[in-house]
Nanobody, 126 residues
């Protein structure tokens, strides 16, 4: 059983920045691929970013490429999502997820992930 706890969400103006964190416990973090997904009201849960267990393969959704950065610190059992140049359409609940053990390339599909956090709200509005 892996417990994932997100933090760092909030209200930010368009063009602003936020850094989300996801702390993992109860498993072997450095064996998991990690992903960030988001879900806006009335919409499906969408892929945002994913990172391989060792950090050397990273994928982004086209909508966030160049603005968001995913990273991980295996010593701290934490994955991060640095979000810059935020837009109103980035407003959603953001979830982190773990897939593993997995040593191959990380997946963009939510169905591949085994454990999920409770989510953190990000609202981009003036």
């Amino acid at each position: 059983q892996v417990l994932l706890v997100e933090s760092g969400g909030g209200l930010v103006q368009p063009g602003g920045s936020l850094r989300l964190s996801c702390a993992a416990s109860g498993g072997t973090f450095n064996q998991y691929a990690m992903g960030w997904f988001r879900q806006a009201p009335g919409k499906a849960r969408d892929f945002v970013a994913a990172i391989r267990w060792n950090g050397n393969s990273i994928y982004y959704a086209d909508s966030v490429k160049g603005r968001f950065t995913i990273s991980r610190d295996n010593a701290k059992n934490t994955v991060y999502l640095e979000m810059t140049s935020l837009k109103p359409e980035d407003t959603a609940v953001y979830y982190c997820a773990a897939d593993g053990p997995k040593f191959g390339l990380p997946s963009r599909s939510a169905d591949e992930y085994d454990w999920w956090g409770q989510g953190t709200q990000v609202t981009v509005s003036s």
